[in-house]
């Protein structure tokens, strides 16, 4: 199946600090890239959606002045965390989506988990 | 919006049939249903999908009656490995034509030895 890469897997950062997060797609184009959080024992939240070649679309109460997504390739987009405070820790999860006629399937990466001191 | 209800958890014991039943009453004609699964500080990972009556591959089955309104993923002869939190998500369109997935929130399987 179609393989979805997450860097990194970990990391820990200072306060106000900003971290990039990557998530590939490794063995198929992927022109619509979604970014979730989750917190401890919690469902995944929609934070935004990254299209390729245009400004990503914010779910409504994610900041996206501090949540910088960049998707500037068919394989590619990232996601900034600018000026991290604590309450910013939490599990970052991407996915990317294939499409055919109403049909999609979502690949997820294996997720970021971002602690904030 | 086609939001989905799930069990929020469920036991069960190795060895045993486990089906894990959702509600998507707002099911829109087109749209496909999917599960998912999830281990700890991992992303979800596909399972199976359907449209209508029933699907099986080569880990579970998935029923959906004719009025689509709920599905069941049907795990056989669970394992502890199968503990993991199962999500159904079904399409998600809007009123400007955006698809959107959203996850509701999942159910919560523990298997014991």
């Known amino acids: 199946g179609a393989v979805v890469s997450q860097h990194p897997s970990r990391v820990i950062c200072k306060s106000g600090t900003s971290v990039k997060i990557e998530c590939r797609s490794l063995?198929?184009?992927?022109?619509?890239m979604f970014w979730y959080r989750q917190f401890p024992k919690q469902s995944l939240m929609l934070m935004a959606t990254s299209n390729e070649g245009s400004k990503a679309t914010y779910e409504q109460g994610v900041e996206k002045d501090k949540f910088l997504i960049n998707h500037a390739s068919l394989t590619l987009s990232t996601l900034t965390v600018t000026s991290a405070h604590p309450e910013d820790s939490s599990f970052y999860i991407c996915s990317a989506r294939i499409e055919w006629a109403s049909n999609e399937k979502l690949f997820f990466g294996s997720g970021t988990q971002l602690s904030v001191l | 919006l086609a939001k989905t209800t799930q069990p929020i958890s469920m036991d069960s014991y190795e060895g045993q049939e486990v089906n894990i039943t959702c509600s998507h009453n707002?099911?829109?004609?087109?749209?496909?249903i999917t599960w998912y699964q999830q281990f700890p500080s991992q992303g979800p990972r596909f399972i199976i999908q359907?449209?209508?009556t029933k699907v099986t591959n080569e880990v579970a089955s998935l029923f959906i009656p004719a009025d689509r309104k709920s599905s069941t993923l049907s795990l056989p002869r669970v394992s502890l490995s199968d503990t993991a939190v199962y999500y159904c998500?079904?399409?998600?369109?809007?009123?400007?034509?955006?698809?959107?997935?959203?996850f509701g929130s999942g159910t919560r399987l523990q298997v014991q030895p």
């Open positions: 707002n099911i829109a004609t087109n749209d496909y």
């Open positions: 998500l079904v399409g998600d369109r809007e009123d400007t034509g955006r698809r959107a997935l959203t």
């Open positions: 359907g449209y209508k």
């Open positions: 063995d198929f184009q992927a022109t619509t």
